[in-house]
């Protein structure tokens, strides 16, 4: 009942919002609006899960595109004025499938991020998502307590307190290993191949088209670890390409991106390998070519994307 008032009031909130502060114009942008995108899925596919929490249906992403297009010119520039850049991370087939299209009548230019060492495959994050979102309801023994798993509150509690353990852990193999032991990794996979295009990432093959199409391609990470938590060997090495014929620009997208997952020697690191932008997760004013992004919700309210947008431009001016 809460929750059915709560969405029916929403347009009044987002409006009020907007009249209560309207000094900021959206008008004739003084910076640019850097928009990230994860995955862009079928609208049929969208589950309210953990899996995929960090996408937006084919619908919604269409509105955004529209909605960004008829107001601002699209840009690769991170500093161009009244201008938008579209910016997508992690890079799954859906990318390609759902994305690309839209990219195309809009005629926009993006940039795609991607995990180098994971190209073709699925990456860490998106295996541990999946396995808490659909291993069947039970009891599992992860980090030496005991788990019930019964519902979708259960199974984000969970992750709430695997994250927190996760910030101690060595790596994030241990964490699939102890999920694996538990109930196996690949007989879920195969038990829910719908989600198959959800956890596969580019092929070498899609980022040569994307170029080709004049997209840009760029670094986010070796294999997508947390930087904040790595010493300056393991830095250096998960914040190095190989192959610099898959990269077609200098830009480096943290991953994860948000406060904790970064800090002063995380940038000065990547800066000091030859990255000519840095690419975060969180409102943040544009310093020293380190860039703040927005993240919209999944949403094709135009008056909400609005909102948000002009509080994210407020955010960072
Ligand atoms: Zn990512």
Known sequence: MFEKLKSALKPYYFKAQKLLSSDIKLENLQSTLILNYHHIVPDSIV???????????TSSFESQIEWLSARFKNSLAFEDKNSFVI????????????????????????????VEDRIGKSIWIDDYLFW?????????????????????KSRLELHHEIWREYQYAPNHQL??????????????????????K????????????LKKLGHLVGFHSQTHEQL??????????ECEYSDSDIFNCNTFAVPFGSEN??????????????Y????????????????????????NDKLEIEYKIWAYINAIS
């Open 132 to 152: 808490l979102s659909y291993v069947p309801n039970g009891s599992y023994r992860l980090f030496k307590r005991n788990y019930n798993i019964v519902d979708q």
């Open 276 to 299: 000519k932008s840095i690419l975060l997760n969180h409102a943040v004013k544009a310093h020293d070519k380190v860039y703040g992004r927005l993240n919209l919700p999944d949403s």
């Open 47 to 57: 589950e309210s899960n953990l899996l995929y929490g960090y996408s937006h249906s």
């Open 175 to 196: 964490i699939l290993s102890e999920f694996d032991a538990q109930y196996s990794l690949s007989k879920l996979k195969s038990a829910h191949s719908i989600h198959y």
């Open 228 to 237: 904040s938590k790595l010493n300056a060997d393991e830095l250096s090495k």
């Open 87 to 114: 910016t997508f991370d992690d890079c799954s087939i859906y990318t390609i499938e759902q994305a690309l299209p839209i990219l195309t009548k809009y005629n926009i230019q993006a940039y795609f991020f991607l």
């Open 198 to 209: 959800r956890l596969m990432t580019l092929s070498f093959e899609d980022i040569l088209n």
């Open 261 to 274: 997952d970064y800090n002063d020697s995380v940038i000065s690191a990547i800066k000091n390998l030859g």
